[in-house]
């Protein structure tokens, strides 16, 4: 079955950019959302049909998907972004119809 | 504004049937493309998506937990019921209920969450 493949960890310096990518075969051909989880709470979405930002979410975060790598992109990180991060895609025509990559933990050095 | 919460025992027996429902409020499961979902997360570990039910009662479940899920909304279409009969420990966690929007079915809204044991 399909599978999305994401980093476990990524490390960044407060004021510097944060890439996570989420690998699956040819991913360019799927909508990629991303969700962050901070500590104990529940994901939040943040980047929606691969770079689209719901209301509320920052500009400093944005999207792309091309090939078969997603990336999510987090412009001058904050203390406050270091969370969890999970890709996910929808497959109507898998049995297995929703996917969630295994999560990339980003932690602000 | 919309939010959501689940409901339900925190605490289960081996073998026991778990039933969870997700209140919501701010949007309605007649709306076209509109959903709710249940995704689970074990201790330390990766979102796991469980089940999905369509505003046209079109339902979706995670393959490998097929057998043991069932999801229904109510009449009132305000809530969503999840049962999964025969718990083990391997299913405790924490279940997250989440509005469905969309084509590509994005996660827009989630419950808090609640956290369930499976304990004898």
């Known amino acids: 079955s399909y599978v999305l493949t994401q980093p476990p960890s990524v490390s960044v310096a407060p004021g510097k950019t944060a890439r996570i990518s989420c690998g699956g075969d040819?991913?360019?051909?799927?909508?990629v959302h991303w969700y962050q989880q901070r500590p104990g709470q529940a994901p939040v979405l943040v980047v929606n049909d691969d770079s689209d930002r719901p209301s509320g979410i920052p500009e400093r975060f944005s999207g792309t998907n091309s090939g078969n790598t997603a990336t999510l992109t987090i412009s001058r990180v904050e203390a406050g972004d270091e969370a969890d991060y999970y890709c996910?895609?929808?497959?109507?025509?898998?049995?297995?119809?929703?996917?969630f990559g295994g999560g990339t933990k980003l932690t602000v050095l | 504004q919309i939010t959501l919460k689940e409901s339900g025992p925190t605490l289960v027996k081996p073998t026991q049937t778990l039933t969870l429902t997700c209140t919501f409020s701010?949007?309605?499961?007649?709306?076209?493309?509109?959903?709710v979902a249940w995704i689970r997360q074990p201790p330390g570990k990766a979102l796991e998506w469980l089940a999905l039910?369509?505003?046209?009662?079109?339902?979706r479940y995670r393959p490998s937990l097929k057998s043991r899920l069932t999801i229904t909304k109510d009449s009132s279409e305000s809530h969503v019921v999840l049962t999964m009969t025969n718990m083990a420990p391997v299913d405790s966690g924490t279940y997250f209920c989440a509005q469905v929007r969309g084509r590509w079915a994005q996660f827009a809204s989630w419950g808090q969450g609640i956290t369930v044991a499976v304990s004898s």
């Open positions: 996910q895609v929808w497959d109507s025509s898998s049995d297995h119809p929703v996917l």
């Open positions: 040819d991913i360019g051909a799927y909508s």
């Open positions: 701010g949007f309605s499961l007649t709306t076209y493309q509109m959903g």
């Open positions: 039910i369509y505003w046209n009662d079109g339902k």
